[in-house]
């Protein structure tokens, strides 16, 4: 007797990937799913995730969580989600680390540039707005669930830190989902799930000068990488640069590094420590990547010279002074 079997279509196994403007940014998501479909459809969710938080946490939706606690947090505690409250505690935990190198405060005088309109604001701006940045103006209260700023004209932004929530995020619900080799980027925020199929991904770090050119590429698996720049948000003004990274101790972008990678297990952290490596500079910040056992970095300063952490060196190599 013929046996007839009715055969479904064989799901194809693929590379799925896209690619959005969103959050002031580029987000993509490139992954390998044993099933094309369902790939697409974790896709879609990580996308949909990265919108979610942009909602809670930008300071450009006026309807955000963040953008409420800015106008009412110096009157008084305001409630705050869970989610919002946590970041904003990992954040300031960073500054504890480095010494407020890194300062989500920066805002109050962040929030006068324009880098697109070419707009900076001017030096009695800088002087009189520079004096509310302080991570310690804002207190987080556990038990209660609520943020308060002990003064008027501090406001907070996060954008040194949540592009790698986004992409962490996005990785764990790829991981759920049972994928098992990805890569998930937020401007220049990476978090790598796996190999690329039984090879390290090559990633590459940006030539700061040379639009579109890869001046170092890095293989890894299974870790974070975050790239913070002055070429990402700037204009030119009678031969200075000024950028969307703010020294807090003087309010004025910071200068002697072109771009601070550090890669590591957390995106969250290495997002922050690029942006507090770029701050500290090249001595100071190779320092406290040193002091941390997981995280590695590579530094290009001003001049265009190449640094590396000790735990990158062959063993004799140290930083010179
Ligand atoms: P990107 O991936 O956008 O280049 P970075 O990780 O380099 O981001 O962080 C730059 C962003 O961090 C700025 O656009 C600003 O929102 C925020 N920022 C600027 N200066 C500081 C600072 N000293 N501490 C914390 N966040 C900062
Ligand atoms: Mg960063």
New binding site residues.
Partial sequence: MLLLTVVAPAALADWVSDERAMMG?SVSVHLWSDDAQAGQRALEEVFQEAARIDRLMSTYKDESEISKINREAAHGPVPTGDELFGLVQRSIDISVLTRG????T?DSV?QHYDFRARQRPDTATVEAERTHINYQLVKLDRAAGSIEFLEEGVRI?L??IA?GYVVERGIDILRHRGIEHAIVTA???SRLLGDRRGRPWMVGIRDPREDGEVAISVPLVDEAI?T??DY??YFEEDGVRYH???Q?STGKPASGIRSATVFGPDAVIT?AL??SV??MGVKRGLTLIGNLPDYESIVIDATGKVYYSAGLMPPGEGLAD
């Fill in positions: 940014t190198a890194f300062d989500i920066f962040g932004n954008g040194g592009k401007g220049g925020d975050s913070s720049g990402e948000r969307h990274i703010i807090p997002d690029s942006t770029f701050v």
